[in-house]
């Protein structure tokens, strides 16, 4: 059974930094193209950051390039997303996903997600 | 604004067959695959389309994608209450993935 857990999320000061984790099992993580998306509250879902299976391609939503950083360790079938100079509006669910198939890029499987919530 | 348009209601009565639109542009759904989600808040979103028609496994036969051009739809026949919650479409736009903004299905 497929299984992503996001953690590392919590309660953060504007300017600060975070880094969220997303453990996977169930599948052969170093085969899938992984993304992190999130929902901010009220709001509807929105991209963040994708990353390939070797990590040779990488791609960000505008809204936060240059200041977060997706990786992942296939040793540890683990992904990363590395979060600084956070605003309110990156208030928000985060999930992680795992692409349908391989080879695909998109959203399929995703994780229960975890809060972040930036506020002084 | 999300790039993608989608209408922000619909609805149907049990049993009815009812469609959901996604709109887009030749960056996004004009040459690239759709996708589609259902996503109750406070539960993680779950993927019902990809590749513009095809189901992953466990997704009833009811939920059906097409698209043509620059645009999409997701069917769902013999509509149950259990359908009842919000849906996304999504696509690939330029190095970037793309979203509707969502539309929330009411079962009457």
């Known amino acids: 059974e497929v299984q992503l857990v996001e953690s590392g999320g919590g309660l953060i000061q504007p300017g600060g930094s975070l880094r969220l984790s997303c453990a996977a099992s169930?599948?052969?993580?170093?085969?899938?193209?992984m993304n992190w998306a999130r929902q901010a509250p009220g709001k509807g879902l929105e991209w963040v950051a994708y990353?390939?299976?070797?990590?040779?391609?990488?791609y960000y939503a505008d809204s936060v390039k240059g200041r977060f950083t997706i990786s992942r360790d296939n040793a540890k079938n683990s992904l990363y997303l590395e979060m600084k100079s956070l605003r309110a509006e990156d208030t928000a669910v985060y999930y992680c996903?795992?692409?349908?198939?391989?080879?695909?890029?998109?959203?399929?499987?995703w994780g229960q997600g975890t809060l972040v919530t930036v506020s002084s | 604004q999300s790039v993608l348009t989608q209408p922000p209601s619909a609805s149907g009565t049990p049993g009815q067959r009812v469609t959901i639109s996604c709109s887009g542009s030749s960056s996004n759904i004009g040459r690239n695959y759709v996708y589609w989600y259902q996503y109750l808040p406070g539960a993680a979103p779950k993927l019902i389309i990809y590749r513009n028609n095809q189901r992953p496994s466990g997704v009833p036969d009811r939920f059906s994608g097409s698209k043509s051009g620059t645009s999409a739809s997701l069917a769902i026949s013999g509509l149950r209450s259990e359908d009842e919650t919000d849906y996304y479409c999504a696509a690939w736009d330029d190095y970037s993935w793309v979203f509707g903004g969502g539309t929330k299905l009411t079962v009457l």
């Open positions: 990353i390939s299976s070797s990590s040779s391609s990488i």
């Open positions: 169930g599948f052969s993580f170093s085969s899938y193209n």
């Open positions: 996903a795992r692409a349908p198939v391989e080879g695909d890029a998109g959203l399929g499987y």
